[in-house]
Structure formats: C-alpha cells, structure tokens
C-alpha cells in the first residue's frame, strides 16, 4: 500500500499469517522464511536476519544495558530488482513492525524547497498509529457489533414508553414487557438473517463543519503543536443530521461509530510511538543518489547537506510530532543503492559510521530467473495462471518455456540496462499479450506455453537490441 505521498507503507493488521512470531524465531528460520519470497542473496538474508534477532536480544537485557546497545544499520548495494526492497519489506511483516519506504533523493537540506528529513519519522509514527488502531479494533469488534446491533433494534423497534396511568396493574404492564421483549427477539433474528436490509431507519449522522481556510508549512501541518479542533469546539463542533439509510447500510455506519468510542486513542498513541522507538524499521533506498560530496556544480551541491540533515536521524535524536516526542536511537535503518556511480565511501564518514554491516547483492543469473519464476509463494507464473484461471483459461508452463524466459531475461539485462527480476514483468506481459487480450473469447481454454511458443513470440523482438529497448 502506498500513502498520499507514493511512499511504501505496511500495515499490519495482528491476526496476520506467519507476522509477529520473531520471538520464536533463530536468525536461520528467519532466513528460512525470507526464502520463500526473495530467491537468492543469501549475505543479505544472514545480515537483516542478525540485526532482527539482536533487536529481540536486547529487549530481554537488563533496562540499563539495553539502552546502550544501537541497532547495527545496514547498506545493500546492489543493482536494481535484486531483492532490496523485498527483502526489508518482508522482514518488517514477520516482525510486525511499523514499516516506512522512503527514497532519499526526495529530501533537501535546510532551507531549501522540499520535504525535511524528519518528516520520515513523522510518517513512521501515523503508520504505527494505524497498525496499534487496527490491533484494538480487532479486539473490542464483538463489542462494537453487539452495540451497533442494539441501536438498529432501538431505530426499527422504539423502546416502550412507560405506562403513566395509575389504573394500569402490575399484571398489564408485565405482559406488555413481555410482549415487547418478544417483538424485539424476532426482530433481532430478523436482522441477523438479512431479511431487513432493505428496510429504512433515521440515523442520527455526524457532521463536519469544516471552516474554508488552509495553513500552509514548509514542514506540514503535522508540526503544529496546537490542535485547532480542540481549541475551536464552536467552528469545528460536531453537529448531528437526520439521515435515512438503509439498515446494513446503518448497521455499518454505527459500527465504525461504536468502534471509535470503544478505542482509547491516548492508549493506542502511547503504544504507537513506543513502538516506533523500539521496533520501527525505515527502508532508505536511493541512498547512492545523495553520496555527492561538495565541489560539484549545479543543484547537486545540496547532497552532502542532505546527508548531514540525516546523520542525526540516524545518530539518535528526538522528533517533535503530533503525537509527542520520538526518539530516533532504537529505530533500525536499512540503505540501500546501486552504486553505479559512486561507492560508500563516498558517503560522509559520520554517515559511514552509522551503517556498519555492508552487504553485496549478486547479479541474477539464468538459474535465479528460474527460481523466481517459480518458487516463491507468489511467483509470477502462479500469478498469471491464477489471472487466467479467472476467465476460465487453464494455463499451463512447460519447463523448456520457463528456462527460455529465464535466458531471454537474462540476455536482455546483459544487452540493455540491468533490472533485475522486474524484467520477468516486462517479458511475461509480453509473452502473453495475445492470451491476455483475447482471453474471455478464446474457444480453446487450455492454453500450453512451451519453448516454441516463447521463441515465436519474443525471439524476434530480443534479437533486435533497439526494439528490446522499447519494448522490454
């Protein structure tokens, strides 16, 4: 899932398969778990595997100790589509850890137009708000429900005025107690079965009164320490409007509503920014594209200020954000890059410092295009078959076919530009442009790709290293 800002963000429900069992975990299971995912890069699997593990080790030493002990940062180099991302990505799912992507060629140094560097940690912090959000309303549903429910009954079926007649006995009034408590059962039953959907209700709907003025920073609104809603009940107050829904449409809406009541936010911004302190995981990727030092000429001459306006993040500090200070000390940081052009020691030597743990991502070779194509829980061939089934179409692989899209991959990344495994998307969509787009008419529904297949399709187009580089 990405932000309003493009930016890679996980969230992380907790009832999530194979997420939050780190403790149980050895640095080889984790490994073992990156493997069904990320093919390959066994260095950088062994490295991200130790760091997560000494997290956990250091949870358990005694409070004193674990305040000293700093995560151990880590640099992958390596070209792209080779695993970086995947990797951190992964890691951060079995961790359940708050979890940001970000590039850092996107922020400027101080005073120049663009994102300052502590928005990232800003960023983390709404991610682990959402996560913590996302947990206790799993927990209080069942609650949420049963009150939601009860308001339908009270829309559909009004509670019965008391008797204010002195004539009437104790008998009559128990009867239509009685009475009443039966109507509301088959009401209720009514309701679980959907057979009153349809019906209309009156729901009391909260408005928003929003006043037509924008505060514009340079750093967004998030720095504000001042809550205007909280300061201006008058302006922003919430007002309530008469609404006719249908009721699963009205049993929805009172269930979002019950939900927020039975959430304390003060517990779950608590929570957030602990685990943010303790537990967060900041993907920094791009990182060769600031690792310019001073002398060069044009706007470039502001990397090394960027880098400097990072080495305290990574150093250790505390940021202010809407939901209180974050310290930076425990946050793991993991850069990544290509390194073309330059190399790490280019990097200023504080920022060197910080990330003592280097790790060399390999180049993908015929065998790993294989690997990839096939292995993992979500490989690219499962994928497509999984699409194609949708239509009814039966797609079936033979292994010449998928060791010949391994080679012409690999052929195309060692004539054109290096991209790693996102050239299998390139040549896959290829390769089935015409089962894609006639799918839902084809009479044939099943469909083998074989070696012959692949080469009349894609032969032609790899030979030609100017339309490959159009094309793939």
């Given amino acids: 899932m990405k932000n309003q800002r493009g930016e890679m963000v996980i969230y992380l429900p907790g009832a999530m398969d194979e997420v939050g069992i780190l403790d149980n975990l050895s640095p080889r299971e984790i490994v073992t778990h ?15 595997a130790i760091a997560l593990r000494n997290r956990f080790r250091r949870q358990k030493l005694p409070e004193e100790m674990a305040e000293e002990v700093m995560p151990k940062n880590i640099i992958m180099i390596g070209s792209t589509g080779v695993g970086k991302t995947e990797i951190a990505r992964r890691l951060s799912k079995l961790a359940n850890s708050p979890f940001l992507k970000v590039e850092a060629s996107k922020y400027t140094e101080v005073g120049y137009v663009g994102r300052d ?53 104790n008998e009559e009034i128990l009867k239509g107690q009685q009475a009443f408590k039966r109507t509301r059962e088959k ?11 349809d019906h209309q209700v009156e729901v009391e709907a909260k408005t928003k009164n929003m006043p037509a003025f924008e505060i514009i920073s340079n750093s967004g609104i998030e720095d504000m320490d001042i809550n205007v809603k909280d300061m201006l009940p008058g302006i922003f107050g919430q007002k309530t409007k008469k609404r006719k829904m249908r009721v699963d449409e009205a049993r929805e809406y009172l269930l979002q509503e019950e939900e927020q009541k039975l959430v304390d936010m003060d517990q779950v911004t608590r929570i957030a ?9 900041i993907f920094l990727d791009e990182i060769d594209k ?3 030092r001073e002398g060069s000429r044009g706007p470039e001459v502001s990397r090394e200020g960027v880098q400097r306006d990072i080495l ?29 052009v330059s190399k790490p020691a280019d990097l200023i030597p504080e920022l060197q410092g910080r990330f003592p743990i280097r790790v060399e991502l390999e180049s993908l070779s015929v065998d790993d295009f294989v690997r990839i194509l096939t292995e993992p829980k979500s490989a690219l061939i499962k994928q497509y078959v999984g699409l194609m089934n949708t239509e009814g179409i039966k797609l079936h692989f033979s292994k010449g076919a998928i060791l010949t899209i391994a080679k012409f991959a690999a052929l195309v990344n060692e004539r054109t530009e290096n991209i ?9 969509e290829k390769l089935l442009d015409e089962i894609s787009f006639e799918g839902p008419d084809l009479e044939q ?6 070696e012959e297949y692949v080469q009349k399709m894609l032969a032609s187009v790899v030979e030609d290293q100017d339309l490959s580089r159009y094309i793939l």
Avoid: C, W
């Fill in 273 to 281: 920014v602990e685990r943010v302190e303790q537990n967060g995981i």
């Fill in 290 to 292: 600031i690792s310019g």
């Fill in 117 to 169: 560097v502590e928005s990232m940690i800003r960023d983390l912090v709404e991610i682990a708000v959402e996560l913590v959000r996302e947990e206790k309303l799993e927990e209080v549903v069942d609650k949420a429900e049963q009150n939601a429910e009860e308001r339908i009954l009270d829309l559909l079926l009004p509670p019965r005025p008391q008797p204010t007649e002195e004539k009437a006995s």
């Fill in 312 to 340: 305290p993040i990574v150093e250790g500090t505390t940021v202010n954000t809407r939901y209180g200070m974050v310290r930076t000390d425990h946050i793991l940081f993991i850069a990544a890059g290509a390194f073309h």
């Fill in 187 to 197: 009401l209720r039953n009514q309701l679980r079965e959907g057979k009153l959907d």
């Fill in 445 to 450: 529904k099943n469909v083998v790709i074989d």
């Fill in 34 to 48: 990156l493997d069904k995912h990320v093919i390959g890069q066994k260095s950088a699997k062994r490295a991200v």
């Fill in 420 to 428: 790693g495994a996102r050239r299998l998307h390139t040549i896959m």
